[in-house]
């Protein structure tokens, strides 16, 4: 694999990482809802109507990265600001903080009121089965997560970086994502993450660690029309 792979994340972690999962119909292919409102498509000539709709029902929207095929009638694509995409070759430095721990199906309660609160859309019931998933916990409570998502098998992404307003300004997202990416570069993988350029306080913590910007990718939302 090469970084290439990553202009069409959400196609090629389908095809990889998470192909026992997909749904998949040709040169398209999704997650089930449970997991994630994501799509991905090979190219940006993929038929719609042939390809796409068996995937998607009525009413139903999704999530593309990267690659968008050209939308038929009885269709809505939505283009949103493409995403900071960013990556790291190197390992960081894990500041000193609380015990990070690994999460499992008994913190999933908590997991998914975290996410809720601060992370809402595209974390699901079953997004914690998409990859590992860590914590620190304070005063009895779920103070930040992070987790894998998407990958290949040379790159992994991290996700779901976030931290209760509870807990903000400690430092737990810098801890939690500089210890997951050492993690993943021992594991023979590079670590990589999206993130919006709307979301200064995040993304100037990512460069300020040592992830630099990649590359722009684009972000839509495809929804198929009800009757």
């Not at 430095?93 to 609160?117: K, Y």
Request: glycine share 8%.
């Amino acid at each position: 694999m090469t970084e290439h792979d990553l202009d069409n994340p959400f196609w090629n972690s389908l095809c990889t990482r998470h192909r026992a999962i997909a749904l998949r119909n040709g040169d398209a292919a999704c997650y089930p809802a449970p997991f994630a409102p994501f799509l991905g498509v090979a190219h940006a000539g993929v038929d719609v109507d042939d390809t796409v709709a068996p995937l998607v029902a009525p009413g139903e929207s999704v999530y593309l990265i990267g690659v968008v095929p050209s939308v038929p009638a009885g269709w809505k694509l939505e283009a949103y600001r493409p995403l900071a995409q960013m990556i790291s070759h190197d390992p960081l430095e894990v500041i000193d903080g609380p015990e990070i721990i690994p999460l499992s199906e008994a913190h999933r309660a908590d997991v998914l009121a975290l996410t809720a609160l601060v992370y809402p859309h595209y974390f699901r019931e079953r997004t914690m089965e998409m990859g590992r998933y860590f914590g620190i916990y304070q005063e009895e409570r779920l103070a930040a997560i992070i987790g894998e998502r998407l990958g290949t098998d040379a790159y992994t992404e991290m996700s779901a970086i976030c931290t209760h307003p509870d807990f903000l300004g400690r430092g737990y997202a810098r801890r939690l994502t500089a210890m997951l990416t050492n993690d993943t570069l021992e594991r023979g993988r590079i670590p990589f993450l999206h993130v919006s350029h709307e979301n200064t306080r995040a993304k100037q913590l990512y460069e300020q660690i040592g992830f630099r910007h990649r590359r722009d990718v684009g972000f839509w939302s495809l929804t198929r029309l009800a009757g």
